[in-house]
Structures are given as structure tokens and as C-alpha cells.
């Protein structure tokens, strides 16, 4: 389904609903595609999210895995004794 950025500002709760249903919503500017609204799928979205978290990136990826990241932060964040 086709739809102009205009329709979308004029009537966006029917448009959801549509995406919602499963239908790939594709928005136009003068007749040039630039967006598509699809369903949120929250099974693989939720599965995604708990790898991501779990997963240790970044400047962390060299580091051994003897503590998480939130056991770092906790760590460095205590009072130091003076």
C-alpha cells in the first residue's frame, strides 16, 4: 500500500491500524518513496534485545569476561576510602 506523507498526517490512526494488520505501508514525498511502516514484531524484537544486553561490545570486546559491565560500573562507583 502507497500513501503520500499528506494522507499519513491526515488519517495516521487508520494508517497504523493497517500496518498493524500486517500491511507494508510504503510513504511517499511527491511520488518518491522515502519511508515504509511495517508491523512491530515483538517475539524477535524482545530475543534481539536480551542478546544486545547480555552481549559485551565496544571498548569492552578485548576484556576478559570476569565481570560484567554493570558489576564494572558498580565497582568503580563505590565511595573510595580516603
Do not use: C, H
Amino acid at each position: 500500500m502507497e500513501i503520500s506523507a499528506k494522507e499519513l498526517r491526515g488519517k495516521p490512526g487508520e494508517i497504523i491500524e493497517q500496518a498493524s494488520r500486517g500491511t507494508d505501508v510504503v510513504i511517499t514525498i511527491r511520488g518518491k518513496k522515502m519511508a515504509r511502516l511495517v508491523p512491530y514484531e515483538t517475539d524477535k524484537t524482545n530475543q534481539n534485545q536480551k542478546e544486545i544486553k547480555d552481549e559485551i561490545f565496544g571498548l569492552w570486546a578485548n576484556r576478559g569476561k570476569e565481570t560484567t559491565v554493570e558489576e564494572y560500573v558498580r565497582e568503580k562507583r563505590k565511595r573510595r576510602a580516603i
